[in-house]
Nanobody, 115 residues
Framework: QVQFVESGGGLVQPGGSLRLSCAAS????????ISWYRQAPGKEREFVAT????????NYAESVKGRFTISRDNAKNTIYLEMKNLKPEDTAVYYC????????WGQGTQVTVSS
């Protein structure tokens, strides 16, 4: 069964950093492009970042470019999102999923940026 478990969220002050983890199971994540998404209260879920399978390249939403870095550890079947210089507008529940044949959404991990 394809499954994603997100973790690593928390409360952080503006300008702070967090590293989110996305543990994939039921399939080899190395064979798939994987993306991070986020959903703020009262808003639609939006794309944050993606890492491709074949060339290990990545792409980011304009709002996070230069601050967030997506990476993967194939041995752990885990995808990470390193977030720096966090802003209040980054507050959201963060989710991950594969780009092709997306699975059921996980529970997500809450990121709150506030002083």
């Amino acid at each position: 069964q394809v499954q994603f478990v997100e973790s690593g969220g928390g409360l952080v002050q503006p300008g702070g950093s967090l590293r989110l983890s996305c543990a994939a199971s039921g399939f080899p994540a190395s064979n798939f492009g994987i993306s991070w998404y986020r959903q703020a209260p009262g808003k639609e879920r939006e794309f944050v970042a993606t890492i491709f399978a074949a060339v290990d390249n990545s792409n980011y939403a304009e709002s996070v470019k230069g601050r967030f870095t997506i990476s993967r550890d194939n041995a752990k079947n885990t995808i990470y999102l390193e977030m720096k210089n966090l802003k209040p507008e980054d507050t959201a529940v963060y989710y991950c999923n594969r780009n092709y044949a997306p699975a059921r959404w996980g529970q997500g991990t809450q990121v709150t940026v506030s002083s």
